[in-house]
């Protein structure tokens, strides 16, 4: 099965970056194959072109939402993994799900609407907030965000959505031994779901 591990922090070497890279890590181990998509290291542009809006007279993906697309076109399974800021993905996670998971990819039109086009392929989102758990239960900011982010969009593409992990409580102060606890939580969650059974 192929995994596209869709990263969207400006920093590398930061929570996000590791939990990418021990997430990816633990799917290879796992004998699946995966793409990282850095989209910050990429440079990927998340304005959305007004040839991409359908009804456009030239609508049409830009040359980089085609090369996009055409790299994601065999992937079972998306992995976002992302900080919330102002409790939302930042702004170049939202612009690369409007560029390259909209028409063409995401869905297709029908007479009256749209039809998912990512049916039987899966969704699982990761991400970190500096509010602590605690403050994030309290407001349900993670249960509405896969309400209005995850759901939806698995409802318009057809995308499952398999999970959604967070942590909370990610500040400069972290214990070293608190980011290894969850980053194995990471990897567990990568094995539990696409490792050998047993």
């Known amino acids: 099965m192929k995994h596209a591990v869709i990263l969207a922090h400006p920093n590398p070497a930061s929570f996000n970056g590791r939990v990418a890279q021990a997430y990816a890590e633990a799917l290879g181990a796992c004998g699946e194959t995966v793409l990282v998509r850095d989209l910050y290291a990429l440079g990927f542009d998340p304005l959305l072109k007004a040839r991409e809006i359908p009804g456009a007279t030239d609508f049409g993906p830009g040359p980089d939402v085609a090369a996009e697309r055409a790299l ?88 499952a959505v398999v999970d959604h992990l967070h942590f909370g409580g990610i500040v400069p102060h972290i214990t070293a031994e608190s980011v290894d606890d969850m980053l194995e939580e990471v990897r567990t969650a990568a094995r539990r779901r696409y490792g050998p059974p047993g």
């Open 72 to 159: 994601l076109a065999d992937v079972q399974a998306f992995a976002f993994v992302y900080p919330l800021w102002f409790n939302a993905p930042p702004a170049i996670l939202k612009g690369y799900v409007d560029r390259v998971f909209s028409l063409g990819f995401g869905f297709g039109a029908t007479f009256g609407g749209t039809e998912p086009a990512l049916a039987g392929r899966q969704l699982i989102s990761i991400t970190s907030s500096g509010a602590p758990d605690a403050w994030v239960a309290q407001t349900d900011v993670v249960a509405s965000l896969r309400r209005i982010f995850d759901d939806h969009l698995g409802a318009v593409t057809g995308l």
